[in-house]
């Protein structure tokens, strides 16, 4: 269909305020957040503010933020790694295994939670993990005098949380890769004389991986940039650059470091997806 | 063999089940005990729903919510459903770029959209000469209508993509009127769709924590905001009754969404 003048008239105003309100919301304020990144204070001080590399630098030679970046990437790769290993085999069992009814069940049991409030999730775990806890008491009542079981306020707790949280996001994208790949394929594999695990290994997994890595990449974003739940969960203990972003912002009030930490934490998930880039591509191109 | 393998197929699902409901299950029991410590044995009790029935702060919070959700959905389901018709009914360029610019929303941690606008309106307020504008329930609307927006594009976008065009053709070549046309095809096959990105809508700004903590202002809260501040500053199982009605509802809301999701015929492909 070439445009004509109507159309193009159509396509303007259909599009139009679903994109300057994105405009508005989104691109303009990531926009104003990189200029403040750049600026020595905030332009909302009376005084005026200067251009500076001040905040990059401060991050880049300030060892305080080392530690924090590790943890936010460590956090990020941990629960991904969780939700892959727990969330796979629960895709497959559910696209290859369970039929029908059951299936349909299943996959609603298992994306109902993600519905529920992420913070009011994160909070139940308070009460599993702590002192005087469900596991606690479950495990007093098995073994009487055992020592006390407190997790919360320790690193195992925030990726335990986090895992939670994300876990039907993975299970989601790999139940639709697994369940599009036709059975034909596979009986295919094991006719031709292939064992159980080769035909897995060689048919199943390579047309299942767009599923991991879509899921893979819902998990690393939000997880890397968390700050509520290791709060919560992790207390004093593990910090993360989100928690130290949210700080700037809300208690110590420096605005322009905070933007320039926000950066940091941006051009870090790119550059972790920059790297993996190649090696997924060459995955999926073959698909 | 085979019986062994699905048994144990069945028990590795039934404990992923648990891991996901075993924490809910939890908050929702301690709702219902007694003790404002959380101590063990449960001691069953109303006492924290009648407490959260007098507390103004909460109630007002979720009410909030329920406003800014509600708003939310009728802006980004127009909009959006506005924007995937036309993405599923024109070819023109650009179009590849503004179905990219759709994914920053998403994929940008929603810490760094939360300070961004934060910044950005709070600038905006101070050049316009009113500051108090840059934060309040307006604001928190305009960043969740944003994120929904995405994520309706989407959801209406999938349907258009397989829409029986020839249907339309077919009414219009048959002497029906474009308006006609309008009412008894493409809406129908439409409806499902839109209803579902409603829901979602609802549930995305429902849920949303990270943007409204950086758009409030001191004194106006939505739930999650509230409940983030109760639970820093100690927290009283008034949270978990609380806790307990927003999951029932939501959950609620998900069923309902995937009974619209069925009979628009969205997963027929599945068997």
Known sequence: MTPTTRTRWAIFSLTGPAYLWLTCTVFLPIAAMLVLSFLDKSPLVPKPAGFTFDNYIAYFTKPFYRPLTLWSIQLGFWVTFCCLVIGYPAAYALAKRVKGRWREAIFLLIVLPFWSNAL?????????????????????????????????????AVIIGLTHSYLPYMILTCYIALQAIDDSLIE??????????????????????PGIISGSALIFVPVIGSFMEPRILGGTKGATLGMNIEEQFTVTANWPLGAAL?????????????????????????? | MKRVVDSGVRF??????????????????????????????LE???????????????????????????????????????AAVAFGRYTFRGKTLLQALLFPPIAIP???????????????????????????????????????????????????????????????????????????ISVPILAPSVVAAALFAFAVSFDQFVISY??????????????????????????????TIIIVISMGLMLIVARFYR??????GDE
Request: charge should be positive; proline fraction near 6%.
């Open chain 2, 12 to 41: 590795y699902l039934i404990l992923v089940l648990i891991f996901l409901y075993l924490p809910i299950l939890v908050m929702a029991l301690f709702a219902f005990n007694k003790s404002p410590l959380y101590a063990l044995p």
């Open chain 2, 44 to 82: 069953f009790d109303f006492i924290w729903f009648r407490a959260l029935a007098e507390n103004d702060k909460l109630l007002r919070a979720g009410l909030n919510s329920v406003l800014i959700a509600l708003a939310n959905t009728v802006i980004a389901t127009s909009l959006g459903t506005m």
């Open chain 1, 120 to 156: 009011v999730r994160i909070f139940s775990w308070t009460m599993v993990l702590r002192k005087n806890g469900i596991v606690d008491v479950a495990v007093q009542s098995i073994i009487p005098g055992a020592p006390a079981v407190d997790f919360l306020g320790t690193y195992p």
């Open chain 2, 263 to 268: 009979f628009g015929g969205e997963r027929s």
């Open chain 1, 188 to 209: 295919a594999g094991r006719s031709l004389g292939a064992t159980k695990f080769t035909t897995f290994r060689r048919v199943v997994f390579p047309l299942s991986l």
């Open chain 2, 110 to 184: 929603w810490l760094v959209i939360g300070t961004a606008m934060l910044f950005f309106f709070f600038w905006v307020a101070k050049m316009m000469g009113v500051p108090f504008m840059a934060r309040g329930l307006h604001t928190i609307l305009l960043g969740h209508v944003a994120l929904s927006l995405p994520y309706v594009i989407f959801v209406v976008g999938a349907r258009l993509n397989d829409y029986p065009k020839a249907l339309e053709e077919a009414a219009a070549t048959l002497g029906a009127t474009p308006w006609l046309v309008f009412c008894r």
């Open chain 1, 262 to 287: 926000s950066f940091v934490l941006l051009a870090i998930v790119l550059i972790i997806f920059g790297m993996l880039y190649p090696f997924l591509r060459r995955q999926t191109g073959v698909a």
């Open chain 2, 214 to 243: 950086f758009l409030a202002p001191p004194g106006v809260t939505t739930l999650p905001v509230e409940i983030y501040t109760s639970i820093r500053k100690g927290f009283t199982p008034e949270i978990n009754a609380i806790s």
